[in-house]
């Protein structure tokens, strides 16, 4: 049986670690994946392969890319049916949306702890949101990312590896690839 399968690769295209999408595309086939998409220039990869968890295969990606590469690239993937829930999502009232930032979302490797998420959110304060809704983090900043007082390195090391896509890419992933 086979199932569909987006993967956030985190660092790409920043540091030094500059990757084309047609050379992505690539690695992913030599790896075995089939009807493999690329997303924007920022390691947004959609394909297809034989079903299994998506642990299973976030492993598989991280062993070939080291492989092929000479560097880790961390690597969370998500089914088909996740990706579509994630833009679905409604964490944040129209209003709250209208006057603030960009809605991120942050793609992380296990759902946090309780007290992980709530260290989290009280190190947010009153201006920035965030969300928890399994592995998966909204945050809402008040303003631009950049001009966000959340510190991120702190942030990391209460919820571990993750890496971060606006909601809007997360949509427009859904739409195109995965409708």
């Known amino acids: 049986m086979v199932s569909r399968y987006a993967a956030f690769l985190r660092g790409m ?3 030094g670690h500059r990757l084309t999408n047609e050379t992505l595309r690539a690695h992913f086939e030599a790896m075995g994946f089939n009807d ?3 997303f924007r220039a920022s390691g947004n990869v959609v394909f297809a392969a034989e079903a299994k968890p998506p642990d299973a295969v976030r492993e598989r990606i991280e ?3 080291a492989d092929s590469l000479g560097y880790a690239v961390p690597t969370f993937v998500r089914t088909a049916a996740e990706v579509k829930k994630v833009a ?3 964490p944040f009232e129209a209003q709250r949306l ?3 930032g960009k809605l991120q979302v942050g793609f992380l490797s296990a759902a946090p702890a309780p007290q992980a998420r709530s260290e989290a959110i009280a190190l947010a304060g009153e201006l920035d949101g965030l969300v928890f809704d399994g592995r998966e983090l909204y ?3 008040s303003a631009g990312v950049l001009d966000s007082a959340l ?3 702190v942030l990391v090391r209460l919820l571990g590896p993750m890496t971060i896509r606006t909601k809007g890419t997360i949509e ?3 739409a195109k690839h995965l409708a």
């Open 63 to 65: 062993a070939g890319l």
């Open 139 to 141: 945050w809402l900043p």
């Open 13 to 15: 295209n920043v540091g």
């Open 88 to 90: 679905a999502a409604a």
């Open 151 to 153: 510190d991120m390195a």
């Open 36 to 38: 493999v998409a690329t």
């Open 98 to 100: 209208r006057a603030a």
């Open 172 to 174: 427009q992933i859904a």
